[in-house]
């Protein structure tokens, strides 16, 4: 399905927030904002764009016109055709969590302390600063497909994400902290998450790394894991959904 605009004014004639709705439109079409997704608040976009917040909200109501988008109490979304971002099972989090099985043995905590050197320096964070944390582990009810996790997040994500922030002040590493709807919450905030997963052999043990990095759709770093998995004893699963031609 191709909505388009109407009463197109001439090249001309184009006011500036035609302009911004115009730009808006090419990202839902090329889905850089998937269908479904949350579109960044009108703050975000004002200074992605250099507009003011006015200027963004006459060109969301021109796609509001045209169906191109929708508004609710949350923001506005993406309204045209093909799946939502959600339903990429491959973005589960953390990366390689799994379902519950009977008499598994799964762990998951958070803490408040200075990440790894390297999560540091992907994240943006100075050395020694402080951040949210999260550590996951599981295995089988016989103690094999042993799997652990360790995820850093960045500023952006702790300033945007409120369920996150949340977090900070019982982050003592002792209750359980079950954070799988992560990615739904970055969503919810405007965030459109783009991934990098990168896998790589362990020289002293039968294992793989599995490195996941996510930014959002300004390049800002959101959260760093690094999974490791026993592939004598597990094994995982990658799977994609493709957007419809539309």
Same mark, same amino acid.
């Given at each position: ?29 090329? &889905? ?5 997704? &949350? @579109?960044?608040?009108?703050?975000? @976009? ?16 021109? @796609? ?24 990429? !099972? ?47 582990? !599981? ?40 954070? &799988?709807?992560?990615? =739904?919450?970055?969503? &919810?905030?405007?965030?459109? @998450? ?12 039968? !294992? ?7 930014? =959002? ?26 957007? !419809?031609?539309?």
């Amino acid at each position: 399905m191709d909505r388009t605009t109407h009463d197109h004014p001439s090249t001309e004639e184009q006011p500036l927030y035609w302009r911004i709705a115009m730009e808006v439109l090419g990202e839902l079409r090329d &889905r850089t904002v998937p269908p479904g997704e &949350r @579109l960044p608040g009108e703050r975000q @976009l004002a200074e992605h764009y250099g507009v003011s917040r006015e200027t963004v909200r006459q060109a969301l109501e021109v @796609l509001r016109r045209d169906g191109l988008v929708a508004t609710d109490r949350r923001g506005s979304y993406a309204t045209l055709s093909g799946p939502p971002l959600e339903n990429n !099972s491959s973005l589960t989090f953390p990366v390689g969590a799994r379902d519950a099985e009977p008499g598994a043995a799964d762990r998951a905590t958070v803490t408040w302390e200075a990440p790894p050197p390297e999560h540091a320096e992907a994240l943006g964070l100075a050395p020694h600063r402080p951040t949210l944390m999260h550590r996951y582990e !599981s295995a089988g009810a016989d103690g094999r497909g042993r799997r652990s996790a360790v995820t850093s997040f960045s500023a952006v994500a702790l300033a945007e994400v409120e369920e996150l922030a949340r977090y900070r002040d019982r982050a003592d590493g002792s209750a359980s902290a079950q954070l &799988r709807r992560t990615y =739904d919450w970055m969503r &919810r905030a405007g965030l459109t @998450l783009h991934h990098r997963d990168s896998i790589t052999p362990l020289a002293d043990a039968p !294992s793989v790394r599995v490195t996941r990095q996510v930014h =959002d759709q300004y390049a800002r770093p959101l959260e760093i894991t690094d999974l490791v998995v026993d592939t004598q004893q597990g094994a995982l699963v990658y799977e994609f959904t493709l957007p !419809s031609a539309g």
